[in-house]
Nanobody, 126 residues
Framework: QVQLVESGGGLVQTGGSLRLACAAS????????LGWFCQAPGREREFVAT???????YNAISAKGRVTISRDNAKKTVSLQMNSLKPEDTAVYYC????????????????????WGQGTQVTVSS
């Protein structure tokens, strides 16, 4: 059974850090492209960062310099380190997976991912 399970969300003060993790099962993990998205109340789901099966990464402009996406193929996990958090980062964060491809384009839209986790809440207090 294909499954993605996020963890690591919580309540943090402005300027703080959180590290989110997503554990995958039921996949040949190393061939996947992986991504993180977030959705705040009343807003559409937004792209945060992605990491290809090759390990190369791409961040949303709004997240650049503050987030780092990484993967551990042996542990079948993808992580999102978030620093200098702001109240506007408050959202539910989702990890997503899709079969890797040879395309040079980055997977930055939800439609490009086949599998999703249930989400983990991140709340940044001011």
């Amino acid at each position: 059974q294909v499954q993605l399970v996020e963890s690591g969300g919580g309540l943090v003060q402005t300027g703080g850090s959180l590290r989110l993790a997503c554990a995958a099962s039921g996949f040949t993990f190393r061939v996947l492209d992986l991504g993180w998205f977030c959705q705040a109340p009343g807003r559409e789901r937004e792209f945060v960062a992605t990491i290809r099966r090759t390990g190369s990464t791409y961040n949303a402009i709004s997240a650049k310099g503050r987030v780092t996406i990484s993967r551990d193929n042996a542990k079948k996990t993808v992580s999102l380190q978030m620093n200098s958090l702001k109240p506007e980062d408050t959202a539910v964060y989702y990890c997503a997976a899709a079969p890797g491809s040879s395309s040079d384009s980055w997977k930055t839209t939800g439609a490009e991912y086949n599998y999703w986790g249930q989400g983990t809440q991140v709340t940044v207090s001011s």
